[in-house]
Every structure is written in C-alpha cells, then in structure tokens.
C-alpha cells in the first residue's frame, strides 16, 4: 500500500540501476487505474458553480500539468535513455579501466622486469668494461710481448746469419784440419817409420851399450881388485906410520901431516870402493 519510489525499491532489492528502475517503474504505473476522487458536497448550485469554475481551472490546470508532465515524462525518458547508454558506456568503460588496470599491472611488471633487466645490464655493462679493460691490458701486454718476440726474433736472425758464418768458418776449418790432418798422417806415417827405425837403432845401441856395461863390470872388477890390494898396502902402511908415530915422538908434526894425507887417500879410496860396489850391483846408470 506505500507509494513504491526508485530509492524503496533499490532498498528492498539491495541493488539496482537507477535508470533500469524508472523503466520498469515507469511501465508499471501504466499499467495502474487512476484513483477515484470523492466529490465535495456543497450546495448545489455552489457546488454547479464551483464545480464549473473547478473543472475550468482543473482542465487549465490539468492541461498545463499534463503538458509539464508530458514535458517531464519525455525528459525523464530521455533521462533514462541517456542513463543507460551512459550505463552502457560506464560498463564499457569499467572493462577498459579493468583493461587498462590489466594493461598497467602487465606495463608494471614489464617495468619492473625492464628495470631489473637494466640492473642486470649495467652490471652486465660493468662487467664488460671490466672486461675491456682487462682485453686493453692484455692487449698491451701482448704487444709488449709481441714486441720483444721481435726483438727476439730480429736476434735470432742475426744469430743464425752468425751462425752461418760460422758454420762456413767451421766448414772452411774443418776442410784445412782435413787437409793439415792428411799433412799430419803422412807426417805422422813418416815419424813412425823414423821412430821404428830409431828404436831400431836405440835396440843395436842399447845390447852395445850392454856388451860395453860387461866389459866396464869386468874392469870395475879387476880395478877392485888392485884397490883391494892397495888398501890392505896402505893400511900396513897406516899401521906402520902409528906405530912409527909412537916410536918417535920428535917426528910427531910430519907423522900427523903424513897421517891426515893417509887418512884422506883412505876416504877416497873407501869412496871409490863404495861406488865400485854400487856399480856392480846395479845401482848406478852405465858411464856415471
């Protein structure tokens, strides 16, 4: 029995478009018969009056309020009709801004992604840097050594052409010691030949020399022999000259001096003898 509105029906239902409410309500009340209106009662002829006068601005009024309605009814249709095309166009909109929510969390990710992918490739850039540096350094260090393997090389040239020189020095020498070794062979050939010859004549000088060293050791023999002799004479008369000395004590200074000549032909004949004996055992080379 209430008067339903927009707003008590988005009340009962709890939700609801404004504008789809109005259209339903709209058809609804259409659809209803208008209420009755109980009359006033007043004299008859007052009522006739007023009742004519009533119905007159009633109809003016009705007119003019039915116009404004119309007028009202065709601007709340159009009201309705632009609400739910704005509606539509906010639904629409609603799946673009979901869209472009989506959009913007796909592009947030995508900059996040692109910013950590920059991190990385900045780091990625220092690394590199690093590593150009590095290549620069080894790139110097490699000249360098290319450098000195020139050097080297420029070097090693040079002692091979000194080598080769060298070499044909070495060969040039080699050919003369080949040729004074030939000169040296023949030589050589022809001092053995002269040495034989020579040993052979050292040979026949030496059984000389030994023929000659029998005959020193038999006269070394016989000459022992007489200074035997001749010793055994002179220590008679050494005896006889000490005992003479003791007879004649007058005659003392000549027996002395007579005594030291005796004694010094004693050591030479003692030092002969000695020598005899080593020539006869060997000890002393022939013609000492």
């Given at each position: 029995?209430?008067?339903?509105?927009?707003?008590?029906?988005?009340?009962?239902?709890?939700?609801?478009?404004?504008?789809?409410?109005?259209?339903?309500?709209?058809?609804?009340?259409?659809?209803?018969?208008?209420?009755?209106?109980?009359?006033?009662?007043?004299?008859?002829?007052?009522?006739?009056?007023?009742?004519?006068?009533?119905?007159?601005?009633?109809?003016?009024?009705?007119?003019?309020?039915?116009?404004?309605?119309?007028?009202?009814?065709?601007?709340?249709?159009?009201?309705?009709?632009?609400?739910?095309?704005?509606?539509?166009?906010?639904?629409?909109?609603?799946?673009?801004?979901?869209?472009?929510?989506?959009?913007?969390?796909?592009?947030?990710?995508?900059?996040?992604?692109?910013?950590?992918?920059?991190?990385?490739?900045?780091?990625?850039?220092?690394?590199?840097?690093?590593?150009?540096?590095?290549?620069?350094?080894?790139?110097?260090?490699?000249?360098?050594?290319?450098?000195?393997?020139?050097?080297?090389?420029?070097?090693?040239?040079?002692?091979?052409?000194?080598?080769?020189?060298?070499?044909?020095?070495?060969?040039?020498?080699?050919?003369?010691?080949?040729?004074?070794?030939?000169?040296?062979?023949?030589?050589?050939?022809?001092?053995?030949?002269?040495?034989?010859?020579?040993?052979?004549?050292?040979?026949?000088?030496?059984?000389?020399?030994?023929?000659?060293?029998?005959?020193?050791?038999?006269?070394?023999?016989?000459q022992r022999d007489e200074y035997r002799?001749?010793?055994?004479?002179?220590?008679?008369?050494?005896?006889?000259?000490?005992?003479?000395?003791?007879?004649?004590?007058?005659?003392?200074?000549?027996?002395?001096?007579?005594?030291?000549?005796?004694?010094?032909?004693?050591?030479?004949?003692?030092?002969?003898?000695?020598?005899?004996?080593?020539?006869?055992?060997?000890?002393?080379?022939?013609?000492?």
């Amino acid at each position: 029995g209430e008067k339903p509105s927009i707003q008590r029906i988005r009340e009962q239902l709890g939700t609801g478009s404004p504008n789809t409410i109005h259209r339903h309500l709209k058809a609804w009340r259409a659809t209803q018969a208008p209420a009755e209106r109980r009359a006033a009662r007043l004299p008859d002829e007052l009522t006739a009056a007023l009742a004519e006068e009533l119905e007159r601005q009633a109809a003016a009024a009705r007119a003019e309020a039915e116009e404004n309605a119309l007028e009202a009814q065709h601007t709340a249709d159009e009201l309705a009709a632009t609400g739910e095309q704005l509606e539509e166009q906010v639904e629409e909109l609603s799946g673009r801004v979901e869209a472009l929510e989506s959009e913007r969390d796909r592009v947030t990710g995508e900059r996040d992604e692109a910013r950590s992918a920059l991190a990385e490739f900045r780091e990625r850039v220092r690394e590199l840097e690093a590593q150009r540096d590095d290549a620069r350094q080894q790139l110097a260090e490699a000249r360098n050594r290319v450098t000195t393997l020139e050097e080297q090389r420029d070097e090693e040239r040079e002692a091979r052409i000194a080598a080769q020189r060298e070499a044909k020095q070495t060969d040039q020498a080699r050919i003369e010691a080949e040729r004074a070794l030939a000169v040296a062979e023949t030589r050589t050939e022809a001092a053995q030949q002269q040495a034989e010859e020579r040993a052979k004549a050292l040979q026949e000088e030496r059984q000389a020399r030994q023929q000659d060293a029998q005959g020193h050791r038999q006269a070394l023999a016989e000459q022992r022999d007489e200074y035997r002799e001749r010793l055994a004479a002179l220590e008679k008369q050494l005896q006889d000259a000490h005992q003479r000395a003791q007879e004649a004590e007058k005659g003392r200074t000549k027996a002395e001096v007579q005594g030291e000549a005796l004694a010094a032909r004693m050591e030479a004949l003692e030092s002969r003898k000695a020598k005899s004996q080593e020539e006869d055992q060997g000890q002393l080379p022939l013609g000492e």
